[in-house]
């Protein structure tokens, strides 16, 4: 049963426009949340995290945006830009669980 | 470069075999977690270590063990391989809260 889910296996965005990358999960005692960056090579590259006490993260162009109440939380790039092109893992933690525990990912392709 | 290394990138075996996966974390973190991504799955934590002793265990089989050594580098021990152990395994490391420092990874292929 996967506790956290990306529904969205790819996304196709604009250069400078807004991607928005989705999250959802299961566990409800999920206390940390984190989004990972991956290259094709290259191991997750840690992004931005929010915590359950917050509801907003923001570090540069990238926000993250946590709703509780939905179990849902959204990763923001604005604007973005060719290197962004990658692939997002949204990850958990807390809940009893041991480890980050991932979703599938989400290969987020930048168009020019 | 996240300052996590591990070794070697690519290892190819046959199945029935054993091979050690080597990682060494960033200096300063005592902690050093294993995973394995695998084509059909995502990310699946196996297990972790805090300076030197195992602290918690995910989806780790029995055939598969690890050990972290008093320099703080772990050591991930895959034996009686099966062509489904074929996967990237990652190794992170952790300063102590739940960020974790992803190394580039090694790639097990079992023929």
């Known amino acids: 049963d996967q506790q956290v889910k990306q529904n969205s296996p790819s996304l196709s965005v604009q250069e400078g426009r807004i991607s928005i990358l989705n999250c959802d999960y299961t566990?409800?005692?999920?206390?940390?949340f984190l989004w990972y960056k991956k290259y094709p090579a290259e191991g997750p590259t840690f992004l931005i995290s929010i915590s359950s006490i917050k509801d907003k993260n923001e570090d540069g162009r990238f926000t993250v945006f946590l709703n509780k109440s939905a179990k849902h939380l959204s990763l923001h790039i604005v604007p973005s830009q060719p290197g962004d092109s990658a692939v997002y893992f949204c990850a958990a933690s807390g809940g009893g669980a041991d480890g980050l525990t991932f979703g599938k990912g989400t290969h987020l392709i930048i168009q020019p | 470069d996240s300052g996590v290394t591990q070794t070697p990138k690519h290892l190819i075996t046959a199945t029935g075999q054993r091979v050690t996966l080597r990682c060494s974390p960033r200096?300063?973190?005592?902690?050093v977690y294993w995973y394995q991504q695998s084509l059909d799955q995502g990310l699946q934590f196996l297990i972790q270590?805090?300076?030197?002793?195992?602290?918690a265990k995910g989806n780790i089989l029995e055939r598969f063990s690890a050990q972290q050594f008093p320099d703080l580098h772990s050591e991930l021990n895959l034996s009686s391989l099966e062509l489904g152990d074929s996967a990237l395994y990652f190794c992170a490391s952790a300063p102590g809260g739940d960020e974790q420092y992803f190394g580039p990874g090694t790639r097990l292929t079992v023929t």
């Open positions: 270590y805090y300076n030197g002793e195992e602290r």
């Open positions: 200096s300063g973190d005592l902690s």
């Open positions: 566990n409800s005692m999920f206390d940390y």
